[in-house]
């Protein structure tokens, strides 16, 4: 099983809709989680850090289940500039970061 | 403040050559991480350094990659002899802590073809 697993999509959405994207980590260990946007040929930034609690940013909601052991994240009123690849990090328990494959969306006019 | 450089942004080498790139982290920053990306995949960490000293470097190819960061800023990561799996997308990654906690900040990457 690997360490961390997204959904790969892709999700095609029209503008203006509600899309949910998940991913699971295996390490219970895990202590920090986050999600990076990546625009096509560009480096990953950070979107949002995912806290105990949840948090929200706007349109961007982030939720943490530790029982299940999964992460979200909750993009409404899409927009076409929303179209990237969503890359959900959790911290491997220690000091290092794991990526995993991405989920690509695609907002469509 | 200034962000992650890289350089060469772009490299086409054929197999069994050898390659360089380089990095300069945002300054302060205690962490520097290589990442390699291949397309269609997330980065997979390749080494990663805390001020000059390598903390992790389990994933790296040791036959044929090196890296160093000397004097705790600057890094090189080398590929000696380069194989037609090494293209990908190279990424250098920063961060003020000493990793797994807070934000990393990347650099534009050096997209790696070798024929």
């Known amino acids: 099983r690997k360490e961390v697993e997204q959904d790969p999509g892709p999700f095609n959405v029209p503008e203006g809709a509600t899309v949910a994207f998940n991913c699971t980590y295996s390490n219970s260990a895990s202590q920090s989680f986050f999600w990076y946007r990546q625009d096509c040929r560009k480096e990953p930034k950070l979107l949002m850090s995912?806290?105990?609690s949840g948090n929200e940013d706007g349109r961007f909601t982030a939720q943490l289940n530790r029982a299940s052991q999964y992460i979200s994240l909750l993009i409404r009123d899409s927009k076409l500039s929303d179209s990237a690849t969503y890359l959900c990090v959790v911290n491997s328990g220690t000091y290092k970061y794991i990526f995993g494959t991405g989920t690509r969306l695609k907002v469509l006019a | 403040e200034a962000g992650v450089a890289q350089s060469p942004r772009y490299k086409i080498i054929e197999k069994r050559q050898s390659v360089a790139f380089w990095c300069n982290p945002i300054s302060g920053h205690a962490t520097l991480y290589w990442y390699q990306q291949i397309l269609g995949q997330g980065p997979k960490l390749l080494i990663q350094?805390?001020?000059?000293?390598?903390?992790?470097d389990s994933q790296l190819p040791k036959d044929r990659f090196s890296a160093e960061r000397l004097k705790g800023v600057d890094s090189t990561l080398k590929i000696q002899p380069a194989k037609l799996e090494d293209s990908a997308v190279y990424l250098c990654a920063s961060s003020r802590d000493r990793g797994g906690y807070g934000e990393q900040f990347f650099g534009p990457g050096t997209r790696l073809t070798v024929l």
């Open positions: 995912v806290y105990s």
């Open positions: 350094f805390q001020n000059n000293g390598v903390v992790d």
